[in-house]
T-cell receptor, first 112, second 114 residues
Framework: GDSVTQMEGPVTLSEEAFLTINCTYT??????LFWYVQYPGEGLQLLLK?????DKGSNKGFEATYRKETTSFHLEKGSVQVSDSAVYFC???????????FGPGTRLSVLP | GAGVSQTPSNKVTEKGKYVELRCDPI?????LYWYRQSLGQGPEFLIY????????DSGLPNDRFFAVRPEGSVSTLKIQRTERGDSAVYLC????????????FGPGTRLLVL
């Protein structure tokens, strides 16, 4: 079945450091890919998405490119802030189904 | 506008009891989804509704779990004879329609079965 794998956390960075959170997926067909973020005490929020190969999703300084050849959707940000501290979930939406498949989440802590 | 709301935010119950968790989706969203998130894990799909009907309930773990959406808006997730392993955060999401649409999540209900 479809699945999503993320790098294990927690990831701890200093403010203004470069961030990469790896995500790879296994799916039949051509899923849409998403990154969701969960800030402390809040619900899941959509961060960015990409619906087809080579698309780049971006939001709030975060970027991720849909790489079909490597089945990856790595999340990057050039300069993280303390306010980026949260749990980040990579997810896919199969093109044949209606529900999301989520990765286990990666906790990011940014220190001042 | 209002987002997805869920009540209660926290529920503590005893093993063997019955619980109901409520979800109020974004107005006008026809698709509604339930997920379960265990500690340290990503959300796992339980069931989704398109309108009033359960279009896919393949994620429900067993027949103690049941969900309804009688008028195509508010949904209730019902758990009978609760077990300690049911302890988790139950998330509800809605989208304008089913398919590869962005899903908007509620804050979740944290269920603890003692």
């Amino acid at each position: 079945g479809d699945s999503v794998t993320q790098m294990e956390g927690p990831v701890t960075l200093s403010e203004e450091a470069f961030l990469t959170i790896n995500c790879t997926y296994t799916a039949t067909g051509y899923p849409s890919l998403f990154w969701y973020v969960q800030y402390p005490g809040e619900g899941l929020q959509l961060l960015l998405k990409a619906t087809k190969a080579d698309d780049k999703g971006s939001n709030k300084g975060f970027e991720a490119t849909y790489r079909k050849e490597t089945t990856s959707f790595h999340l990057e940000k050039g300069s993280v802030q303390v306010s980026d501290s949260a749990v980040y979930f990579c997810a896919l939406h199969p093109n044949y189904g209606q529900n999301f498949v989520f990765g286990p989440g990666t906790r990011l802590s940014v220190l001042p | 506008g209002a987002g997805v709301s869920q009540t209660p935010s926290n529920k503590v119950t005893e093993k063997g009891k019955y619980v109901e968790l409520r979800c109020d989706p974004i107005s006008g969203h026809t698709a509604l989804y339930w997920y379960r998130q265990s500690l340290g894990q990503g959300p796992e799909f339980l069931i989704y509704f398109q309108g009033t009907g359960a279009a896919d309930d393949s994620g429900l773990p067993n027949d103690r779990f049941f969900a309804v959406r009688p008028e195509g808006s508010v949904s209730t997730l019902k758990i009978q004879r609760t077990e300690r392993g049911d302890s988790a955060v139950y998330l509800c999401a809605s989208s304008l329609r089913a398919g590869q649409e962005t899903q908007y999540f509620g804050p979740g209900t944290r269920l603890l079965v003692l």
